[in-house]
Nanobody
């Protein structure tokens, strides 16, 4: 079973950038589709960036053009580069391996808090 540890969150002003990291235990993580999810207060967790095993990506409409998902298989690490951040991006961000449709496969990590505020 893969364990996931997210990091890199923090407080940033609108228009700023952050890069999140997700360290996965075990090399098997390299062979899954993976994604970044977020959960804002009072809202359901949503998939915002999806990286398929073959390299294709898909993004939620609210982050398209601003967020970039990538992975470093040598480090078993997933990244999310977030630019032009908006207050509505404030949420706890999580990573996970998932199915083609985005359903998560492993237990959630603790997440990393991203707060966008002036």
């Amino acid at each position: 079973q893969v364990q996931l540890v997210e990091s890199g969150g923090g407080l940033v002003q609108p228009g700023g950038s952050l890069k999140l990291s997700c360290a996965a235990s075990g090399s098997s993580f390299n062979f899954y589709h993976v994604g970044w999810y977020r959960q804002a207060p009072g809202k359901q967790r949503e998939l915002v960036a999806h990286l398929f095993f073959g390299g294709d990506t898909n993004y939620g409409d609210s982050v398209k053009g601003r967020f970039t998902i990538s992975r470093d298989n040598a480090k078993h690490t997933l990244y999310l580069q977030m630019n032009s951040l908006k207050p509505e991006d404030t949420a706890v961000y999580y990573c996970n391996a998932n199915t083609l449709s985005g359903s998560p496969l492993f237990p959630w990590g603790q997440g990393t808090q991203v707060t966008v505020s002036s």
